[in-house]
Protein backbone atom coordinates (compact mmCIF):
# COMPACT_ATOMS: atom_id res chain seq x y z
CA UNK A 1 0.00 0.00 0.00
CA UNK A 2 1.07 3.33 -0.97
CA UNK A 3 0.67 4.44 3.07
CA UNK A 4 3.01 1.64 3.95
CA UNK A 5 6.01 3.17 1.80
CA UNK A 6 8.49 4.55 4.17
CA UNK A 7 10.47 7.03 2.72
CA UNK A 8 14.32 7.26 2.67
CA UNK A 9 16.86 9.97 1.87
CA UNK A 10 17.46 10.11 -1.12
CA UNK A 11 13.41 10.54 -1.31
CA UNK A 12 13.97 13.81 0.85
CA UNK A 13 17.62 14.58 -1.20
CA UNK A 14 15.70 14.42 -4.10
CA UNK A 15 12.85 17.04 -2.76
CA UNK A 16 15.93 19.48 -1.53
CA UNK A 17 17.55 19.30 -4.88
CA UNK A 18 14.43 19.80 -6.67
CA UNK A 19 13.97 23.04 -4.61
CA UNK A 20 16.98 24.48 -5.08
CA UNK A 21 16.75 24.60 -8.61
CA UNK A 22 13.42 25.93 -8.38
CA UNK A 23 15.29 28.91 -6.33
CA UNK A 24 17.96 29.40 -9.02
CA UNK A 25 14.88 29.66 -11.62
CA UNK A 26 13.23 31.87 -9.72
CA UNK A 27 16.81 34.01 -8.69
CA UNK A 28 17.42 34.10 -13.00
CA UNK A 29 13.69 35.19 -13.31
CA UNK A 30 14.73 38.20 -11.02
CA UNK A 31 18.03 38.78 -12.38
CA UNK A 32 16.78 39.24 -15.68
CA UNK A 33 13.75 41.50 -14.88
CA UNK A 34 16.47 43.77 -13.71
CA UNK A 35 18.28 43.38 -16.71
CA UNK A 36 15.28 44.06 -19.27
CA UNK A 37 13.75 46.75 -16.98
CA UNK A 38 17.61 48.87 -17.30
CA UNK A 39 17.34 47.85 -21.14
CA UNK A 40 15.68 51.29 -21.46
CA UNK A 41 19.34 52.73 -21.09
CA UNK A 42 20.72 50.90 -24.35
CA UNK A 43 17.57 52.15 -26.59
CA UNK A 44 18.82 55.90 -24.68
CA UNK A 45 22.04 55.35 -26.21
CA UNK A 46 21.11 54.34 -29.61
CA UNK A 47 18.91 57.39 -29.86
CA UNK A 48 22.30 59.41 -28.88
CA UNK A 49 21.01 60.82 -25.86
CA UNK A 50 22.24 60.49 -22.10
CA UNK A 51 20.14 58.73 -20.28
CA UNK A 52 19.50 59.34 -16.03
CA UNK A 53 19.36 56.40 -13.82
CA UNK A 54 16.44 58.42 -12.08
CA UNK A 55 14.61 58.41 -15.45
CA UNK A 56 11.66 55.90 -16.86
CA UNK A 57 13.00 53.80 -19.61
CA UNK A 58 9.04 53.26 -21.20
CA UNK A 59 7.49 49.76 -21.46
CA UNK A 60 10.96 47.75 -20.89
CA UNK A 61 10.74 48.63 -17.13
CA UNK A 62 7.53 47.40 -17.18
CA UNK A 63 8.59 43.52 -18.63
CA UNK A 64 11.64 43.79 -15.93
CA UNK A 65 8.92 44.23 -13.24
CA UNK A 66 7.17 41.28 -14.29
CA UNK A 67 9.63 38.94 -14.66
CA UNK A 68 10.75 40.21 -10.75
CA UNK A 69 7.44 39.61 -9.73
CA UNK A 70 7.18 35.98 -11.66
CA UNK A 71 11.07 35.22 -9.92
CA UNK A 72 9.42 36.21 -6.10
CA UNK A 73 6.30 33.96 -6.80
CA UNK A 74 8.66 31.22 -8.26
CA UNK A 75 10.57 31.38 -5.06
CA UNK A 76 7.54 31.62 -2.62
CA UNK A 77 5.31 28.54 -4.69
CA UNK A 78 8.37 26.63 -4.72
CA UNK A 79 9.00 26.88 -0.69
CA UNK A 80 5.46 25.75 -0.23
CA UNK A 81 5.74 23.21 -2.54
CA UNK A 82 8.64 21.78 -0.87
CA UNK A 83 7.39 22.16 2.76
CA UNK A 84 4.23 19.79 1.64
CA UNK A 85 6.37 17.44 -0.30
CA UNK A 86 7.99 16.95 2.83
CA UNK A 87 4.85 16.42 5.03
CA UNK A 88 3.91 13.82 2.38
CA UNK A 89 6.95 11.76 2.44
CA UNK A 90 6.96 11.73 6.04
CA UNK A 91 3.81 10.16 5.78
CA UNK A 92 4.75 7.49 3.22
CA UNK A 93 3.10 9.42 -0.11
CA UNK A 94 4.84 10.48 -2.98
CA UNK A 95 3.35 13.94 -4.27
CA UNK A 96 4.56 12.90 -7.96
CA UNK A 97 1.08 12.05 -8.91
CA UNK A 98 0.66 14.84 -11.39
CA UNK A 99 2.82 17.17 -13.78
CA UNK A 100 4.45 20.48 -12.29
CA UNK A 101 1.78 23.05 -12.84
CA UNK A 102 4.24 25.64 -11.64
CA UNK A 103 6.73 24.36 -14.35
CA UNK A 104 4.09 24.58 -17.32
CA UNK A 105 2.74 28.13 -15.59
CA UNK A 106 6.03 29.71 -15.73
CA UNK A 107 6.90 28.43 -19.53
CA UNK A 108 3.60 30.10 -20.58
CA UNK A 109 3.88 33.44 -18.67
CA UNK A 110 7.64 33.90 -20.56
CA UNK A 111 6.36 33.01 -23.46
CA UNK A 112 4.07 35.60 -23.33
CA UNK A 113 6.78 38.07 -22.08
CA UNK A 114 8.91 36.98 -24.67
CA UNK A 115 6.23 37.65 -27.13
CA UNK A 116 5.32 41.04 -26.06
CA UNK A 117 9.30 41.76 -25.64
CA UNK A 118 9.62 40.84 -29.14
CA UNK A 119 7.09 43.05 -30.99
CA UNK A 120 7.92 46.16 -28.31
CA UNK A 121 11.77 45.84 -29.98
CA UNK A 122 11.09 45.30 -33.63
CA UNK A 123 8.38 48.76 -32.68
CA UNK A 124 11.14 50.33 -31.42
CA UNK A 125 13.94 49.71 -34.21
CA UNK A 126 11.18 50.80 -36.97
CA UNK A 127 11.03 53.87 -34.96
CA UNK A 128 14.59 54.90 -34.90
CA UNK A 129 15.29 54.17 -38.23
CA UNK A 130 12.62 56.51 -38.95
CA UNK A 131 13.87 59.21 -36.87
CA UNK A 132 17.93 58.66 -37.75
CA UNK A 133 17.31 58.22 -41.74
CA UNK A 134 16.72 61.94 -42.33
CA UNK A 135 19.55 63.29 -40.17
CA UNK A 136 21.99 61.20 -41.76
CA UNK A 137 20.52 62.23 -45.59
CA UNK A 138 21.20 65.95 -44.45
CA UNK A 139 25.00 65.36 -42.87
CA UNK A 140 25.83 63.57 -45.46
CA UNK A 141 26.10 65.01 -48.54
CA UNK A 142 27.50 68.38 -49.76
CA UNK A 143 25.81 71.02 -51.37
CA UNK A 144 27.35 70.32 -55.28
CA UNK A 145 26.91 74.10 -55.73
CA UNK A 146 29.19 75.23 -52.41
CA UNK A 147 31.27 72.02 -51.56
CA UNK A 148 29.45 72.14 -47.99
CA UNK A 149 28.97 69.61 -45.63
CA UNK A 150 26.47 70.67 -42.90
CA UNK A 151 26.89 67.91 -39.87
CA UNK A 152 23.99 68.57 -36.97
CA UNK A 153 24.95 68.42 -33.68
CA UNK A 154 23.42 66.93 -30.40
CA UNK A 155 25.02 69.92 -28.16
CA UNK A 156 24.78 74.00 -28.41
CA UNK A 157 27.26 75.94 -29.73
CA UNK A 158 29.16 76.43 -27.15
CA UNK A 159 29.55 73.10 -25.72
CA UNK A 160 30.10 71.97 -29.58
CA UNK A 161 32.84 74.49 -29.89
CA UNK A 162 34.45 72.67 -26.65
CA UNK A 163 34.22 69.48 -27.48
CA UNK A 164 35.46 70.37 -31.36
CA UNK A 165 38.46 72.05 -29.11
CA UNK A 166 39.14 69.16 -26.61
CA UNK A 167 39.16 66.78 -29.80
CA UNK A 168 41.99 69.09 -31.62
CA UNK A 169 44.02 69.44 -28.74
CA UNK A 170 44.23 65.38 -27.91
CA UNK A 171 44.58 64.95 -32.00
CA UNK A 172 47.85 67.10 -31.60
CA UNK A 173 45.79 69.76 -34.26
CA UNK A 174 46.85 73.21 -33.54
CA UNK A 175 44.25 75.53 -33.42
CA UNK A 176 45.04 78.60 -34.76
CA UNK A 177 41.86 80.81 -33.82
CA UNK A 178 38.11 81.09 -32.96
CA UNK A 179 36.25 83.68 -34.44
CA UNK A 180 32.99 84.86 -32.57
CA UNK A 181 30.94 86.45 -35.57
CA UNK A 182 27.86 86.35 -33.37
CA UNK A 183 29.91 88.15 -30.22
CA UNK A 184 31.26 90.65 -32.46
CA UNK A 185 28.18 91.66 -33.99
CA UNK A 186 26.26 92.40 -30.57
CA UNK A 187 29.71 94.76 -29.57
CA UNK A 188 28.06 96.24 -32.81
CA UNK A 189 24.74 96.86 -31.94
CA UNK A 190 23.56 94.36 -34.01
CA UNK A 191 21.93 90.38 -33.51
CA UNK A 192 22.87 87.61 -34.97
CA UNK A 193 22.88 83.81 -33.76
CA UNK A 194 25.38 81.83 -31.99
CA UNK A 195 27.74 81.79 -34.89
CA UNK A 196 31.57 80.89 -34.16
CA UNK A 197 34.66 80.10 -36.59
CA UNK A 198 37.35 77.28 -35.84
CA UNK A 199 40.44 77.75 -37.48
CA UNK A 200 42.87 74.74 -37.06
CA UNK A 201 45.37 72.62 -38.67
CA UNK A 202 48.80 70.61 -39.15
CA UNK A 203 51.76 72.51 -40.99
CA UNK A 204 52.83 68.34 -41.67
CA UNK A 205 49.87 67.99 -43.30
CA UNK A 206 48.96 71.26 -45.08
CA UNK A 207 52.22 72.17 -46.74
CA UNK A 208 52.14 69.29 -49.11
CA UNK A 209 48.95 70.98 -50.12
CA UNK A 210 50.37 74.12 -50.76
CA UNK A 211 53.17 72.86 -52.42
CA UNK A 212 51.16 70.67 -55.14
CA UNK A 213 48.81 73.57 -55.34
CA UNK A 214 49.49 77.02 -54.08
CA UNK A 215 46.12 78.10 -54.24
CA UNK A 216 45.38 76.29 -51.55
CA UNK A 217 47.03 78.51 -49.69
CA UNK A 218 43.28 80.27 -49.55
CA UNK A 219 41.51 77.59 -48.04
CA UNK A 220 44.58 76.49 -45.22
CA UNK A 221 43.98 76.37 -42.68
CA UNK A 222 40.95 74.45 -42.31
CA UNK A 223 37.64 75.67 -41.36
CA UNK A 224 34.94 74.52 -39.11
CA UNK A 225 31.92 76.97 -39.01
CA UNK A 226 29.58 76.22 -36.14
CA UNK A 227 25.98 77.91 -36.10
CA UNK A 228 22.51 77.85 -35.00
CA UNK A 229 19.81 78.11 -37.27
CA UNK A 230 16.09 79.56 -36.91
CA UNK A 231 14.88 75.97 -35.10
CA UNK A 232 17.58 76.33 -32.49
CA UNK A 233 19.08 73.16 -34.68
CA UNK A 234 22.73 73.76 -34.18
CA UNK A 235 25.05 72.29 -37.19
CA UNK A 236 28.77 72.22 -38.34
CA UNK A 237 30.00 73.55 -41.31
CA UNK A 238 33.10 72.54 -43.50
CA UNK A 239 34.13 72.17 -46.77
CA UNK A 240 34.19 69.34 -48.45
CA UNK A 241 37.45 67.41 -49.17
CA UNK A 242 36.55 66.41 -52.54
CA UNK A 243 35.19 69.84 -53.35
CA UNK A 244 38.67 70.73 -52.57
CA UNK A 245 40.11 68.47 -54.44
CA UNK A 246 38.47 69.46 -57.31
CA UNK A 247 39.00 73.22 -57.14
CA UNK A 248 42.34 73.15 -56.51
CA UNK A 249 43.57 69.75 -58.54
CA UNK A 250 44.85 68.14 -55.95
CA UNK A 251 46.33 64.75 -56.15
CA UNK A 252 44.42 62.24 -54.71
CA UNK A 253 46.79 60.55 -52.89
CA UNK A 254 46.89 64.38 -50.93
CA UNK A 255 43.13 64.66 -50.20
CA UNK A 256 43.73 62.19 -46.65
CA UNK A 257 45.35 65.66 -45.75
CA UNK A 258 42.52 67.57 -44.99
CA UNK A 259 40.02 64.72 -45.04
CA UNK A 260 40.44 64.43 -41.01
CA UNK A 261 37.67 67.42 -40.75
CA UNK A 262 35.00 64.90 -41.03
CA UNK A 263 36.10 62.53 -38.41
CA UNK A 264 36.61 65.65 -36.45
CA UNK A 265 33.06 67.38 -37.29
CA UNK A 266 31.67 63.71 -36.73
CA UNK A 267 33.15 63.44 -33.18
CA UNK A 268 32.40 66.78 -32.09
CA UNK A 269 28.55 66.52 -33.55
CA UNK A 270 27.75 63.23 -31.44
Known amino acids: MAGDRISGPSDYLAAERTFLAWIRTGLALMGFGFVVARFGLFLEALH??????LQSYGVSVWFGTALIVVGIAVNLTSAQRHIRLVRE??????AFSRPSSLAVSIALILAV???AMAVYLISVRDLQQSNVQDPQEKTMTASPETGIVNVSSRHTVDQT???FEEILEAKGVKLFATVDHSGEAEKAGMHMRQTKLLIFGNPKAGTPLMIASPSMAIDL????LIW???NAQVWISYNSPAYLQARHNLPSELVQNIAVV?????????
Open 48 to 53: GRSPSP
Open 221 to 224: PLKA
Open 161 to 163: VQK
Open 228 to 230: EDA
Open 113 to 115: IGT
Open 262 to 270: QALAAAAAQ
Open 89 to 94: LEQGGS
